[in-house]
């Protein structure tokens, strides 16, 4: 159990080399012990590890469980196929918020990723050190400004601004949420592509300025290639927050349950209309269970999302 | 942490020909986006911190919320916000750790261990209300405790894990082979030679993680309304357990979206005032102790 | 860590029980145990100032509250997970979209104002009954055709199950529908959203609790007549509501001295006046 604080060990990289002679001790009862441990620890690890996907399967069981009562009173297709969302007049069809949810992180992708990568190779290649140790707390600290505050900006200074550069009455949309969340995902996306970029060893770079190439060439076709699946999970992670991202959107995406065919008509996602009704209607009715199955669509749209990014992932790193 | 790109590029900058042109486009473009956020974002900071900053006040900071009279204060949700953020690391840092320990060294390369990864990036796509739900069925219904500190820290937890545990296998996973060869050669076993080379090594990208965790867990709203409440016991220093955790941020929400004090305008801009400056403390304690080690190593 | 995991469960569950129990025991003798409120966030200013007075009084008794919405209150009660649910309409009877909840009892606790409110530059001062029908069920669609600019009417409105919404539709609107579409129609989740969003929007039209009212917006006259304390005690303005404690039957031990805390004259006097919520006494009988 203590061997799970590793944290604590955070000291020990400077006495690496006295705690690599520590290891030759020949002691059979030194030996029995520190295989002990070593099992025990990788049984700790096996142990949290299970411990993660058992959660997210009791959270999609527990989605499931209730989501699948919807069912019982509307049909598959409708529930899938049809874009009226009226369930006081036993409605319910889910597609706009479908379509809403898609729509809403692929325009949020469009805008951060360019942007964060930018960034991470600002930050990891070109600034100097002292500005470097500046800035990176910097974005930390952006990720920590709660998501509330983000949609009150949005609702008080974007929607406005928006509002007097379009000439619309009401610039509640998709392009206001979807600017609100960049700001959101960029710090996420941008430090830990930063951290991916930083990571790739030094030869590489070496290797490559060696063989004449500049700076352009190395970051390029070198650092980023080799950093690829760092930035890659910045980007599924961004995406995750993107598309589970409530309080901030549903601020400035207008709560109407119309699809959305401009950027600036009131619209709704899977989440905004989950957190907006969720606690507003009365439990066991078909409502709520098409909430839960809402909630568990958006659960299986993320795992579906993440298994193409990596399936693309795959394919990319074959052909190159 | 070392200076190789300041150094580097600038023996080879002086190639004539169509790609020097490219390198001093790319390099130019790259200065003037990353400048352009930067400032953006430090413009967003400002506008945060400026109306807020100037008023904060120690009894602000200490004293206890109003609902009627202006000068209320935050001094039991900001502890709660420590309180909760502790706890819910104390629960999420092993387990994320052991995790991704597990996923970067034990774990076999297979199809199945490839479906733990994906369950683990799916769970960190979760909304955060979502969690928040989860946390009312175990602990309002299933264990009946009502609204309290634990269930928001637990619930908490729940979410920062996922995010923990890809961070951790990352990081572990971009240590050179070499190191965690060479420490094999010189007979150290597995756990010697992740708790000891490994870890170390790794540590800046598992900070960054923690870093991220924690200001998310800082400013996170959904899920303390639903299982931690909106009240506090009322009194500083309430170590209860079972005691109603309100955090700054759901205080924040409160006041934004419910509270008819006249100044609630004002406790919002100073909250979230407080909220950044905290957020801010949290990178600089992590760091410090980062930033030293590696100085220390580099002698 | 799993094994921890269960042992902190277990605690938590041992803990839980005592507590229970001692609420249980303890109601009899001097006032301990604990409160659990849950439900209307518009009544939260209230049940948090009522809760930190009634604290001073009562150290002994835990008082927590939520807010996720009117309909989770008398929900709570009915799952057991609440003692108290807040709502701002009596939930044992019915009302548009929601059932009544059966063997719930409503207490009396407030008496709120709603006003009908627009952008501060909105040119119209006053709205019948059938304009405001009809704006907001989206038949009217610009000022001009109840007295003002020629400008679109932006109209926001609460979310389903929103207190507030349920009292307006049935006392402003006298029951009818609201529209559910449009390019100029949203929906916000709070009354500080509500606020905001007209505050900010030109050619806006929305509906809030009277203490929100701001210098940055204008609440219209309803058939000629302003909304104030006034014309609500005289009569004229009917656009008001009850805020209820639902309680599981007939409440007892502290939940009862609780609620029998926040009908007193002494706090209905006080600090519910303060809060700019209308005493119980002065509309009733």
């Given at each position: 159990m203590l061997d799970l604080h590793p944290t604590g060990q955070a000291s020990a990289s400077a006495e690496l080399g006295t705690s690599l002679r520590a290891g030759s001790g020949p002691s059979f009862d030194r030996k029995a012990r520190l295989r002990l441990f070593n099992s025990a620890f990788k049984i700790a690890c096996i142990a949290a590890a299970g411990f993660v996907c058992l959660i997210l399967l009791c959270i999609l069981f527990f989605m499931f469980r209730t989501g699948i009562l919807t069912f019982r009173d509307v049909s598959f297709s409708e529930f899938f196929f049809s874009t009226n969302w009226d369930p006081e007049n036993e409605s319910y069809g889910a597609l706009l918020f479908i379509f809403g949810t898609f729509a809403l992180t692929a325009l949020t992708l469009l805008f951060s990723v360019p942007f964060s990568v930018i960034i991470a190779i600002f930050l990891a290649e070109m600034t100097p050190a002292w500005l470097r140790n500046l800035l990176r707390p910097v974005l930390d600290l952006l990720v920590g400004i709660p998501s509330v505050v983000y949609g009150f900006l949005g609702m008080t200074l974007l929607v406005p601004m928006l509002r007097d550069l379009t000439g619309h009455e009401l610039a509640d949309g998709l392009l206001a949420a979807s600017i609100v969340l960049t700001i959101m995902v960029l710090p996420t996306i941008s430090r830990i592509s930063d951290d991916a970029i930083t990571a790739v060893p030094k030869k590489y770079r070496d290797a490559s300025y060696a063989l004449g190439s500049n700076r352009f060439q190395t970051i390029v076709r070198v650092v980023i290639p080799a950093a690829s699946r760092g930035i890659l999970y910045a980007v599924i992670l961004g995406m995750a927050r993107a598309i589970g991202e409530t309080m901030a959107v549903v601020m400035v995406i207008g709560n109407t349950a119309q699809i959305a065919d401009s950027l600036f008509k009131p619209t709704a996602v899977l989440t905004s209309n989950i957190v907006m009704q969720i606690s507003s209607v009365e439990f066991d009715s078909t409502w709520n269970h098409a909430l839960y199955m809402m909630g568990f669509l958006l659960l299986v749209i993320s795992l579906l999302m993440i298994v193409v990014m990596r399936f693309l992932q795959q394919r990319g790193g074959k052909n190159a | 942490m070392t200076d190789r790109s300041a150094s580097a590029p600038s023996a080879f900058g002086k190639r004539s020909g169509a790609s020097a042109i490219y390198n001093r486009l790319f390099t130019g473009f790259v200065w003037f986006v990353g400048i352009c956020v930067i400032l953006f974002i430090l413009g967003l900071l400002f506008l945060l911190l400026q109306k807020g900053l100037p008023k904060l006040t120690w009894d602000f900071l200490y004293g206890l919320p109003s609902?009627?009279?202006?000068?209320?204060?935050?001094g039991p949700a900001l502890f709660n916000s420590f309180y909760v953020l502790f706890l819910s690391l104390a629960i999420s840092i092993p387990l994320g750790l052991a995790a991704g320990i597990y996923l970067a060294e034990?774990?076999?390369?297979?199809k199945w261990i490839g479906l733990v990864r994906i369950c683990v990036e799916g769970l960190s796509s979760v909304p955060s209300i979502i969690f928040g739900l989860f946390g009312i069925a175990i602990f309002v219904e299933m264990f009946q405790v009502g609204l309290t500190i634990l269930g928001g820290a637990v619930s908490l937890a729940f979410l920062n894990l996922p995010v923990l545990t890809r961070v951790t296998e990352e990081s572990i996973r971009a240590v050179p082979v070499e190191m965690k060869n060479a420490s094999f050669a010189l007979g150290s076993t597995h756990l010697q030679t992740i708790r000891r080379v490994l870890i170390p090594v790794a540590l800046n990208g598992i900070i960054t993680g923690i870093c991220l965790v924690a200001g998310r867990a800082f400013g996170e709203s959904a899920v303390i309304i639903l299982t931690a409440g909106v009240t506090t016991s009322g009194s500083m220093w309430d170590f209860n357990l079972f005691s109603p955790g309100e955090t700054l941020a759901v205080h924040l929400w409160y006041v934004q979206s419910e509270a008819i004090v006249p100044d609630a305008q004002e406790i919002a801009q100073k909250a979230t005032a407080v909220l950044i400056f905290f957020v801010l403390l949290i990178n600089v304690v992590f760091r410090v102790p980062l930033w030293l080690n590696g100085r220390k190593t580099k002698l | 860590m799993k094994k921890w995991f269960k042992s902190l469960t277990t605690i938590a569950l041992a803990v839980s029980l005592t507590a229970v129990g001692a609420s249980a025991a303890g109601a009899a003798s001097s006032l301990k145990g604990s409160v659990v409120i849950n439900g209307s966030s518009a009544l939260l200013p209230l049940t948090l100032q009522a809760k930190n007075e009634f604290q001073k009084l009562n150290p002994k008794v835990k008082i927590s509250a939520s807010a996720a919405g009117s309909i989770t209150g008398p929900q709570s009660v009915r799952k057991g997970i609440a003692d108290i649910g807040a709502v701002d309409w009596d939930a044992s009877l019915d009302v548009p979209g929601f059932k009544k909840f059966d063997g719930q009892v409503a207490n009396p606790v407030a008496v709120t104002v709603f006003a009908a409110i627009v952008h501060k530059d909105v040119k119209v001062d006053s709205l019948t009954t059938k304009q405001l029908q009809d704006i907001f069920s989206g038949k009217i669609t610009n000022w001009k055709d109840v007295g003002g600019d020629d400008a679109n009417i932006v109209v926001v409105n609460r979310k389903f199950g929103s207190g507030t919404r349920v009292n307006f539709q049935m006392k402003a609107l006298e029951g009818k529908e609201f529209m559910s579409k449009g390019d100029n129609y949203k929906e916000t989740g709070s009354s500080g959203e509500m606020k905001t969003a007209v505050e900010s929007t030109p050619n806006a039209i929305g509906y809030i609790d009277l203490p929100y009212v701001t210098s940055k917006m204008k609440a219209v006259k309803i058939n000629n007549v302003a909304p104030n304390e006034a014309n609500v005690l005289n009569g004229t303005y009917k656009v008001w509501g009850i805020g209820y404690f639902m309680t599981k039957g007939q409440p007892s031990g502290a939940t009862k001295a609780f609620i029998e805390y926040i009908q007193s004259e002494k706090f209905q006097q006080g600090s519910l006046k303060k809060l700019k919520f209308i005493p119980l006494s002065a509309v009733k009988k």
């Open positions: - | 609902e009627i009279e202006e000068g209320g204060g935050i034990f774990a076999p390369d297979n | -």
